[in-house]
Antibody
């Protein structure tokens, strides 16, 4: 059974970088599918941030393109999110997902000084 | 970006009743390959979103037949019959036909 688990700091200061890890078990991230980051803002708004494909190519939401990077470590079966120059508007629950089918439990990241 | 307009914002339904949620797109969700990548999710309180319906009308593994999806082009509907307590939460539609993928604003299902 595939499982995804997000990890990373729960508090980030404005202007700094947000870095999260998604650890995947039960499926090898190089075997197929795209591996996404999605966030849910306070309230209900959801935003797809981007993905890294099983082959290593990336696709980012244009609204984030200058600030986002998604990378991976295939030896650890993990993929990563880095979001630069964060503001309080980046406060959200961050989810990793396989092709928006299977999701992690999510991790709340608060941007505050 | 494609805008998905989800209505209603909230639903009050009695146990055993029926709920209907609409998702209207600002442009056709038919992909050039002929498929329509419109999916439905339920986020229960304290949980991550779970896939209910993919590509308009296909129930995901383990989803009961009380859930059904329909529609085409720009208009889509999720119906939930015989509502049970575990159906409560926020429902979202998601389109993956156009880049970037976009979500509807969500519909909160509560018990009357």
């Amino acid at each position: 059974e595939i499982q995804l688990q997000e990890s990373g700091p729960g508090l980030v200061k404005p202007s700094q970088s947000l870095s999260l890890t998604c650890s995947v078990t039960g499926y090898t991230i190089t075997s197929g599918y795209d591996w996404s980051w999605i966030r849910k803002f306070p309230g209900n708004k959801m935003e797809w941030m981007g993905y890294i494909s099983y082959s290593g190519s990336t696709n980012y939401n244009p609204s984030l393109k200058s600030r986002i990077s998604i990378t991976r470590d295939t030896s650890k079966n993990q993929f990563f999110l880095q979001l630069n120059s964060v503001t309080t508007e980046d406060t959200a629950t961050y989810y990793c997902a396989r092709a928006t089918t299977y999701w992690g439990q999510g991790t709340l990241v608060t941007v505050s000084s | 970006d494609v805008v998905l307009t989800q209505t209603p914002v909230s639903l009050l339904i009695s146990l055993g009743g029926q709920a209907s949620i609409s998702c209207r797109s600002s442009q056709s969700l038919v992909h050039s390959n002929g498929n329509t990548y419109l999916h439905w999710y339920l986020q229960k309180p304290g949980q991550s979103p779970q896939l209910l319906i993919y590509q308009v009308s296909n129930r995901f593994s383990g989803i009961p037949d009380r859930f059904s999806g329909s529609g085409s082009g720009t208009d889509f509907t999720l119906k939930i019959s015989r509502v049970e307590p575990e159906d409560l939460g926020v429902y979202y539609c998601l389109q993956r036909t156009h880049n970037p993928p976009t979500f509807g604003a969500g519909t909160k299902l509560e018990l009357k």
